[in-house]
Every structure is written in C-alpha cells, then in structure tokens.
Nanobody
Framework: QVQVVESGGGLVQAGASLRLSCAAS????????FAWFRQAPGKEREFVAR????????YYADSVKGRFTISRDNAKNTVYLKMNSLNPEDTAVYYC?????????????????WGQGTPVTVSA
C-alpha cells in the first residue's frame, strides 16, 4: 500500500497562486496513479484532477481546467497541484488520493488511499 501526505495549503487572496504537494511513501510510487479532490464546507468531496502512473495523461474537472495543473516527480515520490487564478469558490480542504487503476477514474470510490487533506482558503 501507499501513504500520502499533503502540504502547501494556506490563505490567499483572489487571483493568487498556490502549489500543493503530495508526498507518497510505501510501495513503488510509479505503480500508482494520483488524484486531487476537494471538499468545501457543507458539500460533498469532488474530483479536481488526476494524473496517470507515467504522468503522460492528466484529467481535470471543468471548474479548474486551464487554471490548475497536476504533475508528478517520480524521482521525488511527489505529486503537485499548481493552482493559478484562485477564486473564493476554490476554498476547500484538498485531498490527495492514489490508486492502481488505469483511465479516467474520477470518483471518490475509485481511490483506495487518502491523505488527511490540506486547507485552502481564498479571500475575495
């Protein structure tokens, strides 16, 4: 199995950028695809972005497409989420998740391993 720990969240103003990191340990990092989800207060957890095991394929929610970029560094066992042009609607706890599946897997139930989350707050 794999363990994941998120970092990089914080309080920023609208229009700012943040980069979240997800450090993984345990089994071979390259065996896993990773995703970012987020959960705003009072709302269900929702898919944000996913990156394949090789890093060759990425998928995004429509709400973040063009603003967020997911990437991975297999040498550092780390996945990143670069978030640009943040707005208050992006305020949420952001979670990193991992699975061994292939393809466009964007459901919460598609993922076996989860971190504790890192909070992001965007002020107007």
């Amino acid at each position: 199995q794999v363990q994941v720990v998120e970092s990089g969240g914080g309080l920023v103003q609208a229009g700012a950028s943040l980069r979240l990191s997800c450090a993984a340990s345990g089994r071979t990092f390259s065996s896993y695809a990773f995703a970012w989800f987020r959960q705003a207060p009072g709302k269900e957890r929702e898919f944000v972005a996913r990156i394949s095991r090789s890093g060759a394929n990425a998928y995004y929610a429509d709400s973040v497409k063009g603003r967020f970029t997911i990437s991975r560094d297999n040498a550092k066992n780390t996945v990143y989420l670069k978030m640009n042009s943040l707005n208050p609607e992006d305020t949420a706890v952001y979670y990193c998740a991992a699975n061994e599946g292939i393809g466009r897997l964007i459901g919460v139930r598609d993922y076996d391993y989860w971190g504790q989350g890192t909070p992001v707050t965007v002020s107007a």
